[in-house]
């Protein structure tokens, strides 16, 4: 099976990766308005602003990524600036995935942050956006550790903690300056992360999604016993879940992948299939896919209470999404993303093509551990 580049997806596969990122991401992504932003910032909450970041991993058609093989660190009131491509500017935004750490040997803490031992100094990370909107910071206004929406970053080794702020028309967002919340749609130009805690952090690994523009078409199936819905078709608002937190952490009839997974399920439509630790999808001919949106949960479902104080014990599993034309050339739309307990997943192409050749497919995989597929819904144009 072949492998696809992003520079090859994008046209520019006679360019080096230094060439490419001096030439097309500087069409794409602009500084100069963030160090505006840097200046207010400073004047106005005294952070120590330590860098701001511009050259991402991975850019699609409405998202875009920064995967740092060293995690920045973030001492208490540091902040970092990462930019955000000038093509998702007037995209809504949908969902981020933060990555982040308390480095086990540089935090002042020793304790596992449990209920009977909860640690003595955290080191909290506050993601948030730059509101074109709104023309100030706002935060997610799902649940929080610690102030301005900021989550709790576990002490690990080598291994980032990722935590996934989804779903934004649906939890919200909130104003760093009021607290107050909304949940009208925003877009951003800019984001950053800022140590709000005792303890210092490191951020590894940034998301960051928009909504799409209304699909033409769209397959949605629903696998729980409970009919799973994803709700609205741009902003997946009015989702229903039939399996996850509701449900004590359990998954009725959800279709389980990874470790011990399905290879069956009396719910898989004609031309689906499931193979242990994957879901293989055939993309509709003469379509033009748009997005891919499941909906996904990796508690245990052994119904005790977790340290967040949730229903399952914690799982470890991630998800891995490819588009596998109909030359059977392979290009990875996400790379090993964080699965929560329960939660709306959504993988975009790099470019939405032209329509698509009998054979192509959409494969989810499930790595590491295991997870319960509750729902998914294909988009075209």
Same mark, same amino acid.
């Given at each position: 099976?072949?492998?696809?580049?992003?520079?090859?997806?994008?046209?520019?596969?006679?360019?080096?990766?230094?060439?490419?990122?001096?030439?097309?991401?500087?069409?794409?992504?602009?500084?100069?308005?963030?160090?505006?932003?840097?200046?207010?910032?400073?004047?106005?909450?005294?952070?120590?602003?330590?860098?701001?970041?511009?050259?991402?991993?991975?850019?699609?058609?409405?998202?875009?990524?920064?995967?740092?093989?060293?995690?920045?660190?973030?001492?208490?009131?540091?902040?970092?600036?990462?930019?955000?491509?000038?093509?998702?500017?007037?995209?809504?935004?949908?969902?981020?995935?933060?990555?982040?750490?308390?480095?086990?040997?540089?935090?002042?803490?020793?304790?596992?942050?449990?209920?009977?031992?909860?640690?003595?100094?955290?080191?909290?990370?506050?993601?948030?956006?730059?509101?074109?909107?709104?023309?100030?910071?706002?935060?997610?206004?799902?649940?929080?550790?610690?102030?301005?929406?900021?989550?709790?970053?576990?002490?690990?080794?080598?291994?980032?903690?990722?935590?996934?702020?989804? &779903? #934004?028309?649906? /939890? =919200?967002?909130?104003? $760093? *300056?009021?607290?107050?919340? @909304?949940?009208?749609?925003?877009?951003?130009?800019?984001?950053?992360?800022?140590?709000?805690?005792?303890?210092?952090?490191?951020?590894?690994?940034?998301?960051?999604?928009?909504?799409?523009?209304?699909?033409?078409?769209?397959?949605?199936?629903?696998?729980?016993?409970?009919?799973?819905?994803?709700?609205?078709?741009?902003?997946?608002?009015?989702?229903?879940?039939?399996?996850?937190?509701?449900?004590?952490?359990?998954?009725?009839?959800?279709?389980?992948?990874?470790?011990?997974?399905?290879?069956?399920?009396?719910?898989?439509?004609?031309?689906?299939?499931?193979?242990?630790?994957?879901?293989?999808?055939?993309?509709?001919?003469?379509?033009?896919?748009?997005?891919?949106?499941?909906?996904?949960?990796?508690?245990?479902?052994?119904?005790?209470?977790?340290?967040?104080? &949730? #229903?399952?014990? /914690? =799982?470890?599993?991630? $998800? *891995?999404?490819?588009?596998? @034309?109909?030359?059977?050339?392979?290009?990875?739309?996400?790379?090993?993303?964080?699965?929560?307990?329960?939660?709306?997943?959504?993988?975009?192409?790099?470019?939405?093509?032209?329509?698509?050749?009998?054979?192509?497919?959409?494969?989810?995989?499930?790595?590491?551990?295991?997870?319960?597929?509750?729902?998914?819904?294909?988009?075209?144009?």
């Amino acid at each position: 099976m072949k492998k696809l580049s992003l520079f090859v997806c994008l046209g520019l596969s006679a360019f080096s990766m230094d060439v490419f990122l001096k030439t097309e991401l500087a069409k794409l992504i602009d500084t100069d308005y963030i160090k505006e932003y840097v200046k207010q910032d400073i004047a106005e909450f005294g952070h120590k602003v330590k860098s701001i970041e511009s050259n991402p991993s991975h850019v699609t058609a409405f998202s875009v990524q920064y995967h740092l093989r060293s995690p920045l660190l973030l001492n208490p009131n540091e902040a970092r600036y990462f930019a955000i491509p000038k093509n998702l500017h007037n995209y809504p935004i949908a969902g981020i995935m933060l990555g982040h750490q308390q480095k086990i040997g540089e935090q002042t803490g020793d304790s596992d942050n449990s209920y009977a031992n909860p640690d003595e100094c955290p080191g909290f990370t506050s993601l948030q956006v730059r509101s074109q909107e709104d023309d100030e910071w706002r935060y997610w206004g799902g649940p929080a550790s610690g102030k301005l929406g900021s989550k709790y970053a576990e002490i690990r080794g080598s291994s980032l903690e990722y935590d996934n702020l989804w &779903g #934004w028309p649906i /939890k =919200g967002h909130r104003s $760093v *300056k009021t607290s107050r919340g @909304s949940k009208k749609l925003i877009t951003a130009d800019v984001l950053k992360v800022v140590s709000v805690g005792c303890d210092k952090v490191r951020v590894g690994h940034i998301t960051f999604k928009t909504i799409t523009p209304e699909p033409s078409f769209y397959q949605e199936v629903s696998f729980t016993k409970d009919t799973t819905s994803l709700g609205d078709l741009r902003t997946t608002n009015g989702a229903k879940f039939g399996g996850g937190q509701k449900y004590r952490g359990t998954f009725p009839e959800a279709l389980r992948l990874g470790r011990s997974g399905d290879r069956s399920h009396d719910k898989l439509p004609d031309g689906w299939s499931a193979q242990g630790d994957k879901i293989i999808i055939p993309i509709d001919r003469d379509r033009k896919f748009m997005k891919v949106d499941f909906a996904i949960g990796d508690s245990r479902e052994d119904e005790v209470r977790n340290s967040d104080g &949730g #229903w399952g014990s /914690k =799982g470890g599993a991630k $998800v *891995k999404v490819d588009y596998i @034309s109909a030359e059977g050339v392979s290009e990875n739309l996400i790379y090993r993303e964080n699965i929560g307990p329960e939660g709306i997943t959504t993988a975009y192409p790099l470019k939405v093509r032209n329509e698509a050749k009998v054979g192509s497919k959409i494969v989810i995989t499930v790595v590491r551990d295991y997870a319960f597929i509750m729902g998914i819904r294909l988009s075209y144009q």
